[in-house]
């Protein structure tokens, strides 16, 4: 097992352990007990190196991520640290990835921590699941850009603890402009469709701050 592979193992965990939390009712020595424990832990993890996230310098040269297709043999995720789509981040959603052709999707269940009204996800959520669906399609076209207006109509409640899916894909381009659409949809339901303006960028300058040497 790599440290990436143990670092997601990790992550997973606590994300269960968040979502129980929230769900569940503790007494005072239950809560005694759990907040002893995870002091403990807490200095255990305070004890690693601090992390920060760079580029090798090879990177640079052509900026592009392979997004598996849907008969991909393995659940895919992004950047191990990304709060939507991330493995490893134990606050993130844990959403799983994939291309339909140029269609971009994601897939996740959200949990109880993420709960906004009784028995239905936070929109902010939503919002969030629709902007990292949006950002797939510019890993699927070769770019690299960044959101400048999100647009969403909420057309029915997302429940929690059932497979959501996303779809995004790209409607049109002009120069710099990138527009996407997506929608959101549990089963045959939508829940929630979202059109959004993207603005390209040279990646060289946007992530060479970031570069180290190989």
Do not use: C
């Amino acid at each position: 097992m790599t440290i990436e592979e143990h670092r997601m193992q990790a992550a997973t965990l606590m994300r269960a352990l968040g979502h129980d939390f929230v769900a569940r009712d503790l007494d005072d020595e239950q809560l005694d007990e759990f907040t002893a424990h995870l002091e403990e832990l807490h200095r255990i993890v305070a004890r690693g190196e601090l992390r920060t996230r760079i580029v090798p310098s090879g990177a640079l040269e052509g900026f592009k991520m392979a997004v598996p297709s849907e008969d991909s043999t393995e659940k895919h995720q992004l950047f191990s640290d990304s709060v939507v789509s991330g493995g490893a981040n134990p606050m993130g959603l844990g959403a799983f990835l994939w291309r339909e052709g140029d269609v971009s999707v994601m897939q996740v269940s959200l949990g109880k921590a993420f709960e906004g009204a009784p028995g239905r996800a936070h929109g902010g959520i939503v919002a969030a699941l629709i902007d990292e669906t949006m950002g797939l399609v510019l890993a699927i076209s070769d770019v690299l850009a960044y959101t400048v207006q999100l647009d969403i109509s909420y057309l029915a409640p997302t429940p929690i603890n059932e497979p959501v899916v996303a779809r995004a894909w790209l409607e049109k381009r002009d120069g710099r402009k990138l527009f996407i659409a997506a929608k959101v949809q549990v089963g045959a339901i939508e829940l929630a469709s979202a059109s959004g303006l993207f603005i390209a960028v040279d990646p060289q300058k946007f992530l060479e701050h970031l570069a180290v040497s190989d």
